[in-house]
Each structure stands twice: as structure tokens, then as C-alpha cells.
């Protein structure tokens, strides 16, 4: 399915948008760590994921994330091999100045705290941010009108990568999250694979994603603020 945020954000705002930037360096960090904490940081129930790509080397540049929010304005997150950067890109009369004066001092914040947590916590921090990327990869799909298959398989991807993280399995709420997510399983398991997800199915998948995610950003706020 066309993507057709991702399009205008390629073929016009990266030419003709002002746009604010910042960088953060890594340090004490490795790459993939800085940029799913940035992910974390930039991300609100207000922002749609249009566009992720991932490397696979932790200590490399290449990840790179472009959100767009309901202010009409995008975001994009991008690890380089030096520094981290983040855009904000705003139309004719907007600010990026948020990015300056809350998501870098917060992200900075955050960056010490994750520092000296134990391994194990940061993995599972990590791990809950794979399945907050999930879930909106799962949204982005829906509201591209995407196929049964791929919806069923993101649902399953979040659903599974939930399963192993303690930190998520054991908080308040967790079970209302997994059995949401098994129900949707079933209910796209049993639509042909290769049609577009149904329009009467939309809103209230969304909506379950929509609480979902409001529950998991809460979660793993928490974890990063002490």
C-alpha cells in the first residue's frame, strides 16, 4: 500500500519545511541504545510511525525513524555513525521548540539514568521499547489499509516479544494487554490473508492499539525516570 506521509515527507517537507535540529552524543551509550531511548522520548499517543529502518550492528549509524503527529508536523530519528540527530520539521507558522527545550534535556536525562541500570534492566527496558515499536508499526499498517497477513504478523511479532519481558508480563494490566492482543490474533487469523483489513475492523482495533500504547509509554516512562 502507498505510503503517502512517507511521500511527502521524501519528495517535499525534507526540501521546503524549516525544521529544528538536535544532536546528542552517545556516550556512555551504544548506538542502538541512544536511538530506541530517542524513539521512546519522541514518541506519544499524539505520533504515527510512517517509516523505520533498523541496523543490526549496536555500535553503527544506518537506524532511522520518522514520525509524524496529529500537529501535522514530522520527526524524524536518525543514528549516525558520530551522534544521534533528530528533526522536527513544522509548516509556515510552527515551532520545533519543543525538541529544544523538553525532548533534549529529557533525553539527556534519560540517557544517565539507562547508563547505570543493571544489564538486565536495560535489556528489558529495551525490549519493551521493541514491542512499543510494534504496536505502531501494527497501526501504521492498519491505517495503510495493508493486508490481513502482515496486521496478523505484527500483532504476533508484539504479542510474542511481550511474552519474555518480566517487566512487562508482571505490571498492572499486562494480562488485559495480552489478552487484547490474542483476540485481534484470532479475529485477523480467521480474514482471507491477502485482502485489506476490513474498514468496519479499523476503529476499534486502533483504539485497543491506541490504549495499549498509552499503557506501554506509561510503563516504560517509569523505568526511565528513576
Known sequence: MENRLLNEFNNKILSQWSF???KVDYSPL????LFELA????????????SI??????????SKAIFYSNTKKFISIEALDDVLKINKYFPEGGTGDKLIN???????TRKLIFSAKEKDQKTQILKSILVERKIDECANLV???DINRKIYFAIGDARESAAVVPMFMDAEGAS?????????????QNLDQEKTFPESLVPGLLKNLTQIKR???KLISVHLEK
Open 39 to 50: 524513539y521512546h522520548t519522541c514518541n506519544s499517543i499524539a505520533i504515527r510511525n510512517i
Open 143 to 145: 491505517m495503510l489499509k
Open 20 to 22: 529544528t535540529e538536535i
Open 215 to 217: 499503557w506501554l509509554l
Open 30 to 33: 551504544n548506538h542502538k541504545e
Open 176 to 188: 488485559l494487554v495480552q489478552l487484547a492482543l490474542n483476540k485481534w490474533m484470532t479475529t485477523t
Open 102 to 108: 523538553d525532548i533534549k534535556p529529557k533525553l539527556e
Open 53 to 62: 529502518k533498523l541496523t543490526q550492528d549496536e555500535d553503527k549509524g544506518g
